[in-house]
Every structure is written in structure tokens, then in C-alpha cells.
T-cell receptor, first 114, second 117 residues
């Protein structure tokens, strides 16, 4: 069965600290996609990244970076030099090619204090 | 482009009342989805549609009905609201994935907060 686990319910950091949000997934398929979404206090869901199961290269976008490791079924998200505006709930999600459905983790609430 | 819009933003219902949530997208997406978000449970798929005139059940379909009469609209109906349906409802849409191509990204609306008393 497909499953996404975000074990960290809530993380609090002080501005400028680096923080890593963990995501572990389960799937029987060899082809699948992983996503991260951000949900700021305003409530909308903002797409951050999509990664397919054949591409294990790490990705960096500004202060954001993602570490995909198939060996450990993990797709972790790191924010470098965190800022107050990074405060949000972050969701990891899995999509299997054969279903086109997204399976979400329960989310990690990140609070960045000034 | 407005993207994905949802109407209304907030609604209070009494148990047993009915209502319809409207989702509209202007991106010409084939696929549309309805999710509900509850504390500590992430987002769960209620129903989805892979094209005009088609709908299918998701993970938690009971108590809801949907219709996709036009490509750009996806309606979610509650025939007899229950307190357990108090939640935040999100609509999403995406392009149809063609065989062998990448999984398309789902783009979300701003959400509808529903309170059932």
C-alpha cells in the first residue's frame, strides 16, 4: 500500500538556522513521483517541487534543497538560513503513475521565530 | 489567469442541510480533484474526475457527490451535512498525463472552510 510518513509534527527554529523536514514513503511501484507543497498561514497550498523515481539527483532552488534517496525511501527537504516567511505547514506527497492520485503525508508545521 | 478558484470561502451549515461547493479552473486542465483537510490527517481525496462527464471515488467518498458537467467546473455536493464533514475542502486540477509522460502537477484552489453544527 502507498503511504507517506512525516514523523515530525512540528519544528521550531530561530531565524537563520538550517532545518530539514523528513519524508519517508512506501510504494510497490518502480515508477512514481514525489512532491512537496507549502501551506502558509493564509491556507493555500503552494507547489514547491516534483521529482520522479528515476531521478535521484539532489535539487537546489535558492535556500531550498531536496535530498531524494531511493535506498531509504526518503525525500527530505532542507531550508537553509530559515526566515520567518518560511513558517508554514509543509506536505510531502506521493503519486503513483498507474493511479494519478496524490497520497499526502500528515504535514510538518514549521515555525521560524525572529 | 485566475488558476483554481473555489466558492464559497467559508460556510456554516446546520446538520441535515445541503450545499454545493464550486470549483472552477481556467487552465484547461482535464483532471480535477476534491480533497478534505482535517487536523493531523493531511489531505484526503474525496472524488476526482479525469474528464468532462466522468467522476470517480477517492479515499473518503461517503456523504459526498460530485458532478463535472463542464470541463472547467467541478462541483462537490453534500446532500445532508453532518458534523463529521466539518473540514477545509480543497479543489485541485492538473493536465491529463499521456502514456509514458511525466506525472502532472496538481494545482490547488484557496480552500473552503465548512463548519457543520
Amino acid at each position: 500500500a502507498q503511504k507517506v510518513t512525516q514523523a515530525q509534527t512540528e519544528i521550531s527554529v530561530v531565524e537563520k538556522e538550517d532545518v530539514t523536514l523528513d519524508c519517508v514513503y512506501e510504494t510497490r511501484d518502480t515508477t512514481y513521483y514525489l512532491f512537496w507543497y507549502k501551506q502558509p498561514p493564509s491556507g493555500e497550498l503552494v507547489f514547491l517541487i516534483r521529482r520522479n523515481s528515476f531521478d535521484e539527483q539532489n535539487e537546489i532552488s535558492g535556500r531550498y534543497s531536496w535530498n531524494f534517496q531511493k535506498s531509504t525511501s526518503s525525500f527530505n527537504f532542507t531550508i537553509t538560513a530559515s526566515q520567518v516567511v518560511d513558517s508554514a505547514v509543509y506536505f510531502c506527497a506521493l503519486s503513483e503513475v498507474r493511479t494519478d492520485k496524490l497520497i499526502f503525508g500528515t504535514g510538518t508545521r514549521l515555525q521560524v521565530f525572529p | 489567469n485566475a488558476g483554481v478558484t473555489q466558492t464559497p470561502k467559508f460556510r456554516v451549515l446546520k446538520t441535515g442541510q445541503s450545499m454545493t461547493l464550486l470549483c472552477a479552473q481556467d487552465m484547461n486542465h482535464e483532471y480535477m480533484y476534491w480533497y478534505r483537510q482535517d487536523p493531523g490527517m493531511g489531505l484526503r481525496l474525496i472524488h476526482y474526475s479525469v474528464g468532462e462527464g466522468t467522476t470517480a471515488k477517492g479515499e473518503v467518498p461517503d456523504g459526498y457527490n460530485v458532478s463535472r458537467l463542464k470541463k472547467q467546473n467541478f462541483l462537490l455536493g453534500l446532500e445532508s451535512a453532518a458534523p463529521s464533514q466539518t473540514s477545509v475542502y480543497f479543489c485541485a486540477s492538473s493536465y491529463r498525463r499521456t502514456s509514458g509522460s511525466v506525472q502532472e502537477t496538481q494545482y490547488f484552489g484557496p480552500g473552503t472552510r465548512l463548519l457543520v453544527l
